[in-house]
């Protein structure tokens, strides 16, 4: 799906199977961010063929957070020269699940060790500026990527269309969870790209969603 000249969503749409939305910027250099779970890859495949691209035209891969879903479909980038991006603290978790995902099974740590050790502040990729945000709560080094040229916000697992990150999985933290969703409600967004399913754009339909999020659920965070 294009949402912009140079960028794309792939939606995940299935509803028994989880997966999560991955998101292109397609400009002098390929970003593609949350590549998904291995098995399900092909859905990213079959998209990056439809725009005439496969996974040696992508120059870096980005994720919001370390959980499978997210992130396990990197290993189909090792070798193909992307350089891979990922928070330092959700690295850390990565180690630390790394025992309990390797026995189940398709799973190398080595292919998911990452080239760029993501920071809150600027990051500059050819002539993409995007800032990144550490908003931990789903994940302890849970970022969102905010693109402010084409004032888009790909926020991972924080917020969802009418909902918010879960916090009980290793590392979620509520309160957390709370801050790091008011550190971005004030930016000015026109496509909200979460994790999971559908995005929203507009300016004001995001607002929107931000202030439901803020009656229905931080006042319980």
């Given at each position: 799906?294009?949402?912009?000249?140079?960028?794309?969503?792939f939606?995940?749409?299935?509803?028994?199977?989880?997966?999560c939305?991955?998101?292109?910027?397609d400009?002098?250099?390929?970003?593609?961010?949350?590549?998904?779970?291995?098995?399900?890859?092909?859905?990213?495949?079959?998209?990056?063929?439809?725009?005439?691209l496969?996974?040696a035209?992508?120059?870096?891969v980005l994720c919001t957070?370390?959980h499978?879903d997210h992130?396990?479909?990197?290993?189909?980038?090792k070798?193909?020269?992307?350089?891979?991006?990922?928070h330092?603290?959700?690295?850390?978790l990565?180690?630390?699940?790394?025992?309990?995902?390797q026995?189940?099974g398709?799973?190398?740590?080595?292919?998911?060790?990452?080239?760029?050790?993501?920071q809150?502040?600027?990051?500059?990729?050819?002539?993409?500026?995007l800032?990144?945000?550490?908003?931990?709560?789903?994940?302890?080094?849970?970022?969102?990527?905010?693109w402010?040229?084409?004032?888009?916000?790909?926020?991972?697992?924080?917020?969802?269309?009418?909902?918010?990150?879960?916090?009980?999985?290793?590392?979620?933290?509520?309160?957390?969870?709370?801050?790091?969703?008011q550190?971005?409600?004030g930016?000015?967004?026109d496509?909200?790209?979460?994790?999971?399913g559908?995005?929203?754009s507009?300016?004001?339909?995001?607002?929107?969603?931000?202030?439901?999020?803020?009656?229905?659920?931080?006042?319980?965070?």
């Open positions: 799906m294009q949402l912009d000249k140079q960028l794309h969503a939606i995940w749409r299935s509803m028994s199977v989880n997966n939305n991955t998101y292109l910027i400009r002098s250099r390929r970003i593609l961010i949350d590549p998904g779970h291995s098995a399900y890859f092909d859905h990213v495949e079959s998209g990056l063929r439809e725009l005439g496969t996974v035209d992508i120059d870096v957070h370390a499978p992130i396990e479909a990197v290993q189909r980038f070798g193909a020269g992307a350089l891979f991006g990922l330092a603290a959700d690295w850390e990565v180690r630390q699940m790394a025992p309990h995902l026995a189940a398709g799973f190398s740590l080595d292919a998911l060790t990452p080239d760029l050790l993501l809150e502040g600027e990051l500059n990729i050819g002539d993409t500026q800032m990144v945000y550490h908003t931990p709560g789903h994940s302890p080094g849970s970022v969102c990527f905010y402010p040229l084409g004032k888009v916000l790909v926020t991972g697992d924080l917020v969802f269309k009418a909902g918010v990150g879960r916090t009980d999985l290793p590392g979620g933290d509520g309160r957390q969870l709370k801050n790091s969703i550190r971005v409600a930016l000015e967004v496509h909200l790209l979460t994790g999971h559908d995005t929203i507009g300016t004001q339909e995001v607002q929107r969603n931000f202030q439901r999020l803020d009656s229905a659920y931080l006042s319980y965070l």
